[in-house]
């Protein structure tokens, strides 16, 4: 079975540092460029950040860039989200996604709170 394990996140206080990381299994996990996407509290899912195949490329939500930074490893088969002086804005629900797959088909995702 296809199966993208987001894990990492937490509350924290606006400002402070997260890693987010998405594990992988059931799933050509090198063959596909990798996304990251977000859903707030009652809003709809917004892509955050991407990475190429290579690890070489990778494209920005004008909302998170400077702050976010997307990776990978494809030996581990896992993709991270490094997130930076968070905001209360970023407050969501996070996902991992392969670039082209079923946009049917998630994980569970992990909750980031960014609250005073």
């Known amino acids: 079975q296809v199966q993208f394990v987001e894990s990492g996140g937490e509350l924290v206080q606006p400002g402070e540092s997260l890693r987010l990381s998405c594990a992988t299994s059931?799933?050509?996990?090198?063959?596909?460029?990798w996304s990251w996407y977000r859903q707030p509290p009652g809003k709809e899912r917004e892509l955050v950040a991407m990475?190429?195949?290579?690890?070489?490329?990778?494209t920005y939500a004008d909302s998170v860039k400077g702050r976010f930074t997307i990776s990978r490893d494809n030996e581990k088969n896992t993709v991270y989200l490094q997130m930076k002086s968070l905001k209360p804005d970023d407050t969501a629900v996070y996902y991992c996604?392969?670039?082209?797959?079923?946009?049917?088909?998630w994980g569970q995702g992990t909750q980031v709170t960014v609250s005073s």
């Open positions: 996604h392969p670039v082209g797959y079923s946009m049917n088909t």
């Open positions: 059931g799933f050509t996990f090198s063959g596909y460029a």
């Open positions: 990475i190429t195949t290579s690890g070489r490329g990778t």
